[in-house]
């Protein structure tokens, strides 16, 4: 007697997962790259080493204006956050950006648009929504909004990126499912806020201009069509 094939949710999430590296290599590749990183960091160098290391690349006013480019790209091969310490609230942010922002929503952009339109809206939302935010600082400091120090905060991790994504990924859910997906990305950044300050902390103001501009680009009307993929060639039989 053939065994049946397994049916059901379990069936849906093993072919997906089976399905994961040839309808998103990139999104693979780049979350493989993340967990080397975020084991380098943690087990390959010292701490005095690595705080160097991520101090250099962190995306503050300081730094952008020193080594822009080089702050901008290297700060995104890293994310900030934890794997093992899953009852903390650092571990929900890493839940949030790097399993449903970049290993759900990249992986779902990429399949749908191709892998150059996934690096330019990452990126994108990462470049934007940190320069965004630099401008919120620099406006800031000369009100009193923020102590002197958030000069030289430290600012890493795939975040900026992974929410605009997010934004973005509301298309993939039902009609229904998409009011609830918005508010939720524009709310849970907020839910950890700092309000020490007359503004909350520039990292909560960087995702919600990142989700911002993941939501805006849905109003392009490029963003709305799936890519058209190669079509199968045709048999032509004869006699």
Same mark, same amino acid.
Request: net charge positive; proline share 6%; glycine share 10%.
């Given at each position: 007697m053939n065994a049946q094939p397994p049916s059901g949710p379990s069936a849906g999430t093993l072919r997906a997962v089976r399905a994961y590296p040839?309808?998103?290599?990139?999104?693979l590749a780049y979350v493989? @790259?993340?967990?080397?990183?975020?084991?380098?960091?943690?087990?390959?160098?010292?701490?005095?080493?690595?705080?160097?290391?991520?101090g250099y690349l962190s995306t503050n006013l300081d730094n952008l204006r020193d080594h822009p480019l080089r702050a901008l790209l290297g700060s995104v091969l890293f994310f900030d956050g934890t794997l093992t310490d899953v009852t903390s609230t650092d571990f929900v942010g890493t839940f949030i950006t790097l399993g449903l922002g970049v290993c759900c929503s990249l992986a779902w952009v990429?399949?749908?648009?191709?892998?150059?339109?996934?690096?330019?809206?990452? @990126?994108?939302?990462?470049?934007?929504?940190? @320069?965004?935010?630099?401008?919120v600082i620099v406006v800031a400091l000369r009100h009193g909004g923020y102590p002197t120090a958030v000069r030289q905060s430290l600012d890493y991790g795939v975040s900026y990126g992974a929410q605009t994504v997010l934004a973005i990924g509301t298309l993939? @859910?039902?009609?229904?499912?998409?009011?609830?997906?918005?508010?939720?990305?524009?709310?849970?950044?907020?839910?950890g806020a700092d309000w020490s300050a007359p503004l909350p902390d520039f990292t909560t103001i960087g995702h919600v201009l990142a989700a911002v501009l993941g939501f805006g680009l849905l109003a392009v009307p490029a963003f709305r069509r799936?890519?058209?993929?190669?079509?199968?060639?045709?048999?032509?039989?004869?006699?």
């Open positions: 040839r309808r998103a290599p990139l999104t493989c @790259l993340l967990l080397a990183g975020h084991v380098w960091l943690g087990q390959g160098l010292s701490a005095d080493r690595a705080d160097a290391l991520l990429e399949h749908r648009w191709g892998k150059w339109r996934a690096i330019a809206v990452f @990126l994108g939302g990462h470049v934007v929504a940190t @320069l965004l935010t630099a401008v993939a @859910l039902p009609r229904r499912g998409r009011l609830p997906w918005a508010v939720f990305v524009l709310a849970w950044p907020l839910g799936q890519r058209v993929r190669a079509a199968e060639p045709l048999t032509v039989r004869t006699g």
